[in-house]
């Protein structure tokens, strides 16, 4: 496979908005609707992610060359696997209340799309710095995407911002924000009440709707397409896309010619 | 030059049907008004305010939604009159009211504008609304309180189908029929509402299918259930938001189907949906949420039932058959 010259900083700036993982690729909705009800929860979840991203970037593009591609794809599986079982097991050791906050939602990094994803379009045939700044670039994206809906769900639907702030550093002693806690907006017994609806599955499509209508908006300014999937072309990833420089089309992109 | 008058050659269309949006719209407001005052007499004067607020806030949300989204100014047409009347009919009287000005502007902005505008949302905003208030705000909407009492503060319990299971004491079906027990504002006087509806289907605004379809699959149902039991239908049909969805909410023009199959179909599951969710589920009111599922299912329908166009020959299932048998 050819190596392509990439600019480290465009690498690093296009997970943030252009091709936001969540937002712009669509990509590992799952945790991301699971987990945004609280802002400290999608911040441990997306760093968690964002660890795996850059270690598992970094071990495949070291492997590109070794890895047959017929079986790449259980390679790549059985990579990321290890470094969800790496950090699991830390975050289990240090930030107990995080782990019993995510539930399953931490072990089910492994088939998060996003890592897969980008092994598959990008550490898979670029070099190992490049990997590891897309890797990095994504992992922030991510978080930033989770932590923006978070927030709008948490204070909507909860009426508090970065409650239990206190149980994610607890690493660093029992008081280490002088026992801040988060904020308290709506409080108990006062004439407002917040609107539950928002920590509910509904609240979450809804918040990630407009999200993502934000997202394409900030995108379209400048001059990307609008993430729809209209064929290969409309695609943002299309420039890496291994099946296009084969000549092939994805499922999707045979879909909607079809249609 | 005729007569001393010019001729004007233009395009068709050259005459115009005096059906507006707007009159459609001024007619569903006119045929909400006898369960208004109804709800203004057994409730208090708060049915007026709270009423007040959620149309002020839906024709705010209107305007400022247009404006914001640069999109032309639509608050004319009256609809979101309308659906400020509907989300308000569907809260108690005791609620606060910001509670009422969240949901005429979830039901306007984020169902309605969100969508594109009149015409093209998915759902009726009003039931969304209802919902979305229900979810989150679940003490506070279902605060009822005693009619006649004109108290602001709750002070009896529950709606009549709440009632239906425990020992106590039901009210008739007198005062079912004329509102005289606890409920939503716009709900509780089946007259009022009935009026309404004889009023839109003279004016012809809605068809008779949909909530004919609608009130008899569950009158049949109810008769299944109640064995037979005739004091039983009636106290179901009579009670909760039956009435009310049937006529002015399963009937929206933009969430219900085209054509006469499809409204069957749909009526029928609203009532299907309605019952088993009255009595399998564990709240007591189930027509919300039964008309927002076929609300979604409505493109379904129109393409199931889509109508064969005159002069086509049938559909293949002769020949299919044929071909089975070869």
């Not at chain 1, 928002?198 to 990307?224: D, H, V």
């Not at chain 2, 939503?184 to 006087?189: A, I, K, R, V, Y």
């Not at chain 2, 004091?231 to 009435?243: D, Q, R």
């Not at chain 2, 949420?289 to 039932?305: Q, S």
Request: net charge positive; charged share 15%; hydrophobic share 50%.
């Amino acid at each position: 496979m050819a190596e392509k010259k990439v600019s480290l900083g465009k690498e690093f700036t296009k997970g943030l908005i252009k091709e936001n993982p969540v937002l712009r690729l669509v990509l590992g909705t799952c945790p991301t609707l699971a987990v945004s009800t609280s802002v400290v929860n999608a911040l441990g979840m997306g760093v968690s992610a964002m660890i795996v991203l850059i270690c598992s970037n970094i071990v495949i593009s070291l492997l590109r060359k070794v890895i047959p591609s017929k079986v790449r794809i259980p390679v790549y599986i059985v990579v990321i696997a290890s470094f969800v079982t790496i950090v699991q097991m830390l975050v289990k050791a240090f930030v107990p209340a995080l782990d019993a906050a995510l539930g399953v939602y931490l072990p089910l990094i492994v088939v998060n799309c996003i890592i897969l994803g980008r092994a598959e379009a990008f550490a898979g045939k670029h070099s190992v710095i490049a990997s590891a700044v897309d890797g990095v670039g994504m992992g922030v994206g991510f978080t930033l995407a989770l932590c923006c809906m978070a927030a709008i769900r948490e204070v909507i639907g909860a009426g508090t911002f970065l409650a239990g702030a206190q149980d994610l550093l607890v690493l660093f002693g029992d008081n280490v924000l002088n026992g801040f806690n988060g904020f308290t907006l709506i409080k108990e017994g006062s004439a407002l009440s917040p609107m539950t609806v928002f920590i509910l599955a509904p609240g979450g499509f809804f918040t990630f709707g407009l999200l993502m209508a934000c997202a394409n908006r900030i995108a379209e300014r400048s001059g990307k397409p609008k993430a729809e999937l209209k064929g290969c072309e409309a695609c943002p990833m299309a420039g890496s896309c291994s099946i296009r420089a084969d000549g092939g089309a994805c499922e999707d992109g045979k879909e909607e010619a079809s249609a | 030059m005729v007569n001393g008058k010019m001729l004007y050659v233009s395009a068709s269309p050259h005459l115009r049907s005096t059906v507006t949006t707007r009159r459609i719209m001024l007619d569903v407001i006119l045929a909400l008004m006898p369960a208004l005052i109804a709800s203004a007499v057994l409730f208090g004067p708060r049915t007026l305010l709270v009423t007040a607020v959620s149309v002020s806030t839906a024709i705010l949300s209107e305007y400022a939604a247009r404006k914001l989204m640069k999109r032309s100014a639509t608050i004319g047409d009256l609809s979101a009159i309308v659906t400020g009347l509907l989300v308000a009919f569907n809260l108690p009287a005791t609620i606060p009211l910001w509670i009422a000005a969240v949901g005429s502007f979830f039901a306007i902005v984020v169902v309605k504008q969100f969508f594109g505008g009149i015409g093209q949302n998915f759902a009726n905003p009003a039931i969304v609304a209802r919902i979305v208030l229900l979810l989150s705000f679940g003490a506070q909407m279902t605060n009822w309180v005693a009619p006649f009492t004109w108290k602001t503060t709750p002070v009896t319990g529950a709606t009549p189908l709440a009632l239906l299971g425990t020992d106590e004491q039901l009210p008739s079906l007198l005062q079912l029929f004329l509102g005289e027990h606890g409920g939503c504002l716009g709900e509780t006087c089946a007259a009022a509402l009935l009026l309404g509806g004889l009023y839109l289907l003279l004016r012809r605004v809605i068809s008779p299918i949909i909530p004919v379809s609608y009130i008899g699959t569950v009158a049949v149902l109810m008769l299944l259930k109640g064995h037979g039991d005739l004091h039983f239908v009636a106290y179901e049909l009579l009670s909760g938001g039956l009435l009310l969805g049937a006529i002015f909410m399963a009937t929206d023009y933009s969430t219900s189907p085209l054509n006469s199959k499809a409204r069957l179909i749909f009526g029928i599951g609203c009532g299907l949906l309605t019952c088993v969710m009255r009595l399998f589920a564990s709240m007591a009111e189930g027509v919300s949420f039964a008309i927002l599922i076929m609300n979604l299912l409505v493109p379904f329908l129109e393409r199931l039932t889509a109508p064969k166009p005159f002069g086509t020959p049938k559909k293949e299932k002769k020949e299919k058959k044929e071909a089975a048998k070869a």
